[in-house]
């Protein structure tokens, strides 16, 4: 049997600058609260720009059921709606299609052995 991989998330808030320390507080609070507790979720990296316009949270789940059913969840509720109400949200669900790690400089290999690209 053939395990799907995983799903991941990235999701893209737009944020005044003068809210992107209150946004990234709030969503911090939100995945160590209700996310990092859900059956499936894998892990979660939260990023914020440098010119402080955006918060980007790049989170991967075992499966598209499992990130649906944390956003079902009343618990997750309340911090997405503060969250939309002091950015806007361009969400995005994805798969991961090539991996690259530094090279390894005796065999020159710098793909992970599992990579699967689909063509057109």
């Not at 990296?45 to 079902?72: C, F, I, N, P």
């Not at 361009?90 to 992970?112: I, W």
Request: proline letters at 8%.
């Amino acid at each position: 049997m053939n395990a799907l991989p995983p799903v991941t998330l990235i999701n893209v808030f737009t944020v005044d600058p003068a809210k992107q320390h209150e946004l990234v507080g709030l969503l911090a609070r939100a995945t160590e609260a209700s996310v990092c507790q859900a059956p499936g979720f894998i892990s979660a990296r939260l990023h914020r720009s440098l010119d402080g316009t955006k918060v980007t949270m790049y989170a991967q789940w075992q499966s598209r059921e499992a990130y649906q059913a944390m956003r079902e969840d009343p618990g997750s509720r309340p911090y997405l709606e503060r969250a939309l109400a002091i950015a806007t949200l361009e969400p995005g669900m994805y798969e991961v299609v090539q991996t690259f790690l530094p090279t390894d400089r005796g065999t020159g290999t710098s793909v992970t052995p599992n990579n699967r690209l689909r063509g057109p």
